[in-house]
Each structure stands twice: as structure tokens, then as C-alpha cells.
Nanobody
Framework: QVQLEESGGGLVQAGGSLRLSCTAS????????MGWFRQTPGKTREFVAA????????DYADSVEGRFTISRDDAKAMAFLQMDKLTSEDTAVYYC?????????????????WGQGTQVTVSS
């Protein structure tokens, strides 16, 4: 069973950048399609970005298109989310998730495994 762990969150000023990492262990990472979601208190988990396997095709929420970049390194069993031009609206707990099932990559319920999340706080 694959386990995922996020890192790289923290406090950053508006306009700044952060790079989140998601490290997989305990299973085969290279066959997982990966996604990043975020959640704020009282709200449902929101799709941020996804990257497919195989092929590495990407998909982004409109709110982050052009500012965030998702990538993966199968040799290191890692996925990444480069976040640039951050705003206070990006403040949330960020989760990485993996799936082998087919389905809409924007829906949380198609993902089989989740990390515990990392807090990102953007100060204005």
C-alpha cells in the first residue's frame, strides 16, 4: 500500500513562491496518477492540479492556471507543486493524492490514497 507525505508548506508573503513535495513510499509510485487538492476550514476539498500516468498530461483549476505547475519524478517517487504569485486566496491545507482508477481527476473520490496535508499560509 502506497503512502504519501507532503512537505514544503509554510508562511509566505503575497507574490511569493513555494514548492510543495509529495513523497511516496511502500508501493509502486510510477503507475499512480497524482493530484493536488486544498481545503480551508468549513469548505469542501478543492481540486488544484493533476498529472496523469502515463503521459504526464496536466490539468489545473482555473484559479491557479498560469501560476502553479504540477510535475512528477517517477525515479524519486515524488510529485511536486510549484506555486508562484501566491495570494491570500491560496491559503489552505494542501493534500497530494494518488489513484490508479480511471475517472475525473478533479473529483476527490476517484483517488485511492491521500497524504496528511501541509499548511500553506499567504500573508497579504
Amino acid at each position: 500500500q502506497v503512502q504519501l507525505e507532503e512537505s514544503g508548506g509554510g508562511l509566505v508573503q503575497a507574490g511569493g513562491s513555494l514548492r510543495l513535495s509529495c513523497t511516496a513510499s511502500g508501493g509502486v509510485f510510477s503507475s499512480l496518477a497524482m493530484g493536488w487538492f486544498r481545503q480551508t476550514p468549513g469548505k469542501t476539498r478543492e481540486f488544484v492540479a493533476a498529472i496523469s500516468w502515463p503521459g504526464g498530461g496536466t490539468d489545473y483549476a482555473d484559479s491557479v492556471e498560469g501560476r502553479f505547475t504540477i510535475s512528477r519524478d517517477d525515479a524519486k517517487a515524488m510529485a511536486f507543486l510549484q506555486m508562484d504569485k501566491l495570494t491570500s486566496e491560496d491559503t489552505a491545507v494542501y493534500y497530494c493524492a494518488g489513484r490508479r482508477r480511471l475517472g475525473n481527476p478533479r473529483l476527490p473520490n476517484v483517488y485511492d490514497v491521500w497524504g496528511q496535508g501541509t499548511q500553506v499560509t499567504v500573508s497579504s
